[in-house]
Structures are given as C-alpha cells and as structure tokens.
DNA sequence: GCTGCGGTTTCCGCTGAGTGGAAGGCGGGC
DNA sequence: GCCCGCCTTCCACTCAGCGGAAACCGCAGC
C-alpha cells in the first residue's frame, strides 16, 4: 500500500460506514491506523473542504458536499435517475419493494429502493451491498458479466442464506444459464425466509446489462409469474431510455462501437 | 488558498459539475488550475481509491465508491431515507412533483425529487441547488434560519425569474414572518410562469427546522390551498420520525440531545 | 477540591514524498 | 507525410507533510 497523502486521504474516509456514519477523531485515528495527529489534521482538511461536516457534539460525519458531488456519479444517481418513472411503476403494482442496482466487483449495489409502509423486511440499503448469488439482482448481473467473474462466484465459497440459498456451484452455473434464457429470474427465500424476489436485467447504450431491476415481496402473498411482466416491462422502459439498441428497435449496426476500459 | 495536497484533491473534485460530469485529464487540469503532471497523479490516486471511474471513452467521471459514501451523509440520504414515505403520500396525491431540501449557505439543495410521467417542468435536479428567495422550499428554510442569513439574504441582490418573483427585500421580510405564522407557503409563478409551489418545514430532534417538504404543480390547475392540509401533514410525519418534540407531543424534558438521523 | 482519563488541539524540526518541467508516445485530422 | 492535442513516464530539487511531545479541555469518581 502507498503512503501518499491522496491513499491516507481516502483511508480516512473508508473509516465511514453505514455502522459508523458519524465518529470522533480518535476513532477516525484508531480505524484508519493513522497517528491522531496526522488524522487529525487530514480531517481538518477535509472540513476546510466541506466533505465532512461536525456535527453538535463534535462528531465527524460526511459533509453534505460530498453528497451533492456524488450525486454526479453517472453510475449512481444519473442512473437511478433515468429509471425512477419505472421504479415507481414497479413500486404502484404491489406497494412493497422496488429496487435497482448494479454490479460493482462482486457484489451488488443497491442504487435505489423504494418501499412501502409495512412491506416486508428487507436487508437492502440504498448506497448498500449484498452478494450476488442470493438476490435477484444480483444473479441477473452476474448471469451476465464477464465469464472470469461468473467462475469466480461459481468457484468461490457461496454464503447460505437460507436452504433456499443457491450455495452449489454447478446449481448456480446451470441458474445462470436459465437466466439468460428467460430474461428474467424468481429467487425465491434466497435471503430471508419470508420473501421472494423478481429481477430482470436493464441494457445500456453499448447493449451489455448495465443494472437490474426488481421488486421483493412477501413470500406466499404473489404467485411470482405474474409480477414478470412487470418487471420486464420497467426494465425494458429503464433500457430505453438508456438508449439501447434492443430496446429501441434499432438495427444493430448502429451500435456504439467503443472499447472497453483501458487499464491503464 | 492552501496549497496542500488535501486542497488540491478536492480541487480536482470540484471541476465536476452538473455540466462536466466527466472530464478528460487535460480538462480537469485546466478547470484546477493544476499543471498537467500534478493532475495526472491526484487524478491516478483518485482512480486507485475508486473516487473516480474511467468511462469507455477514457473519459473520467465520479465513482460508485464515491456515492455508496456519501449514501452516509446525515444530512442527505440518512434524511431522505426517513422521509420517504411521507414524500411518496405527497407524490401519490398529484402524481407530479414531491420534493426535500435541506439549508445549505445561502442555497436550498434538493435531497430529493419524485416526479410523475409528463409533470410540470421544474428546475430542481436532486444534489442540486436553487436560490432561497425563489422557491418554496427556500423561503420555508430562509423563515426558519439565523436572522443572520435572513438578514443577508433580504439585503443582498434578489434575482428576478418571473415577475412574480419576490425580488424586494421588505416584501420577502414580509413574507418570512407570514410563513413563520402560518407554517407553510405558497410561492406561485415565482421561478417559472407555468408553476406553483406549496411547502413547509420539517422540525429535527432539537426542534429547529431540518429540512422542508414541497409539491410543485402546474399553475391554475388546482386550488394550492387544498394542497396546505397535504404538505403539512406530511411534514409532521417527517418531523415525527425524526423525533421533533413539538410533533411526537413529548415534553420537552424528554428531548433527544443527539441527531435524530444517527441513531447510534 | 484533586486526580485520572479520553479526546482534542497546537507546536516544531526532520526528511522523503510531492512537485512539475522536459521529453516521448499515441492518435486523429488535414 | 506533418501538426496538434492529449496522455504518460522520468527524475532531481525542495518544501510540504509528518508525527512525537506536550498542553488543553471537559467530565466522572473519589
């Protein structure tokens, strides 16, 4: 790891978290390894900054700047953005969950989810992640990202959930498979025993799935066939507007034609 | 200005904007004022720590990690998210605009925005921000803020956007006292013709006002006093969830000495 | 009151990390 | 071909970042 001002910068921000939104210096200090004075004086900098703020009783949290600077993250809310009409479409059919997210490393994350007043539980968390193979999202995104990922997920220890989980390899290889043929997936009591999940995926400008939709309900209330039009449909919606070409009925040819990241 | 590598990386973030949400290198440096090597290295220790993204272009843009942290912010999505329902209610009883703000400077920034299919078109984009003066949700916090600001505000310059803009500084001091009496306002035509506004305030645990909660609604096409009942009520939920005494109807012996958004 | 404790802030001399000019590479337009 | 804009690597100088030491502050317990 480099000691550069920039990684200690960071370092001190990665102290946040959703079980710690809000900290004293000295925790800053102790979390992020750093001497107390150096966090002491990278935090001032910071505030100096506005992307942390104190609160009343001296607390560090994160600043409202760095709030509105996110906000610009084309991937976050600029995405959620363009989807929301649809969320809330989604939202309106059964009144308990509407969720978006995309895949970031191996896991998902939730970019926006809109609940209803005594829906049932759930563990997702705007801003916040869950694993791909027990969600329905998260088995969308995986179903189709890169096949180094899929072996990875596929090989790699799968935490079980419920018994509904999907912790075998080749059960999840063959979920997989099926996804991409069906366009869409029911995951049923993956996470909690008390619901279930639809999911389908939404393709961007490139025509490569860009994020997953999906509602979750509580199990034994909804026959799940019935919420995939649904979901399809946002999805297809959310595709639209992303400009992509199989959702506009536009011939392949005009595809974009761009490379994929160039690292480095 | 400080010349700290703290000061510089934020410079950097700042060249991101609602106009540039990305920028190549030679960009970001002319916007920073940094040379072009400098910019390059804080702009790579960004890109290490997940700050930024490269899109497929090479282009650079704010990242995932950037947002799920600022998905930490009390004062954003920690307020957005306890407010929620009460803005779907809001949103549901005219289908066209429910919005949140909080103070920020002399700004009121948007935390929030749900808006119907073919609504009215309104200037707000969340993470944005809009003058006080203007906008109802403004002039609800400008009411509530340190006399102070209230003060600057009335005598600093008043920008005009419709002629029905409050652009003079003893009307606006009229107004404020208005809206402290009566607990909402409604700003008409005054940011666009075609638009009208009805908002109040949201009291946090220490009963000062925290946010304000708003519909935007096309001008002439409803009677905005019928609208009062609904904004206020949602108001008060809000207030309530985020344990306001004077809306839980607890003494104020029993106040909560902490934010309501963090209950650690 | 005094004492200890946990957290915060200021001070300051040493030094290596950050700096940025120079130069080379890449690609696209004419 | 040539030029131009953008990106990347290299490297020697020096000043900004570093962090130990010590003071400070508010509070709880004896």
């Not at 992307?51 to 996110?70: F, K, M, P, Q, V």
């Amino acid at each position: 790891m480099t000691a550069s001002v920039s990684s200690r910068l960071l370092t001190v921000l990665r102290t946040f978290s959703h079980r710690t939104p809000s900290q004293t210096l000295s925790e800053i200090s102790r979390r992020s390894g750093l001497p107390l004075t150096t966090a002491h004086r990278l935090v001032h900098e910071l505030l100096q900054g506005g992307a942390l703020e104190r609160d009343e009783d001296g607390r560090y949290r994160i600043g409202l700047w760095l709030w509105e600077l996110a906000a610009l993250a084309p991937r976050g809310l600029g995405l959620r953005e363009l989807a929301m009409p649809f969320l809330e479409d989604v939202f309106e059919a059964t009144r308990q969950h509407a969720q978006l997210a995309v895949l970031d490393g191996a896991d998902a994350v939730f970019l926006e989810r809109i609940s209803g007043r005594g829906a049932v539980h759930v563990f997702t968390r705007v801003g916040g992640r869950l694993p791909l193979h027990a969600t329905g999202v998260g088995l969308v995104l995986l179903a189709h990202a890169d096949r180094e990922l899929q072996e990875s997920v596929i090989a790699g220890p799968l935490q079980r959930f419920t018994r509904h989980t999907v912790a075998d390899g080749e059960q999840l290889r063959r979920r997989l498979a099926d996804i991409r043929r069906d366009g869409y997936v029911i995951s049923s009591r993956a996470i909690e025993e008390i619901s279930l999940s639809v999911a389908a995926p939404v393709y961007g400008a490139d025509d490569r799935v860009a994020a997953a939709v999906s509602t979750v309900v509580p199990y034994g209330q909804y026959d799940p066939l019935t919420l995939v039009p649904l979901i399809r449909a946002a999805a297809r919606g959310m595709s639209r507007v992303l400009g992509a070409p199989s959702a506009s009925g536009l011939p392949k040819s005009v595809r974009r034609t761009s490379l994929p990241w160039q690292p480095n």
